[in-house]
């Protein structure tokens, strides 16, 4: 999946050590970053609506929920991936933020 590997590409090139980006490198890597989450964000929401359908679906054949849902999370596993991708990259994003205003704040410093 292309989201998937330009997502990976951004957060390892922001998380090399050696070659730590400057502020305009880092906005545009939380830029592309949280474009690519929002992307996925409405995947995730597609996937939610087919795996809802399929849980509505069995229940009115006479499933229970459990056995429905457990049906639902076999059918579209992609869910549950989306779901623990999309919390990692929000989290890395976050970390993008909170380096930005480091950053912000050392600059701010060094002028006064």
Same mark, same amino acid.
Not at 38 to 43: G, K, N, P, R
Not at 55 to 58: S, T
């Given at each position: 999946m292309k989201t998937l590997d330009e997502v990976t590409k951004i957060i390892e090139a922001y998380g090399t050590p050696k070659n730590m980006p400057d502020g305009h490198t880092?906005?545009?890597?939380?830029?592309?970053?949280?474009t690519r989450l929002?992307?996925?964000?409405?995947?995730r929401t597609e996937a939610k609506q087919k795996h809802d359908a399929i849980?509505?679906?069995?229940v009115n054949e006479g499933e229970s929920v459990a056995r429905a849902s457990?049906?639902?999370?076999?059918? *579209?596993p992609e869910l549950y991936l989306?779901?623990?991708?999309?919390?990692?990259?929000?989290?890395?994003?976050?970390?993008?933020? *909170?380096?930005?205003?480091?950053?912000?704040?050392?600059?701010?410093?060094?002028?006064?």
């Open positions: 880092i906005n545009e890597y939380l830029r592309k970053l949280t929002y992307y996925l964000e409405t995947m849980i509505f679906q069995a457990n049906k639902a999370d076999n059918e *579209v989306l779901r623990r991708i999309i919390e990692a990259g929000n989290n890395c994003a976050m970390a993008m933020s *909170v380096n930005l205003k480091n950053l912000e704040k050392e600059r701010y410093n060094a002028q006064t």
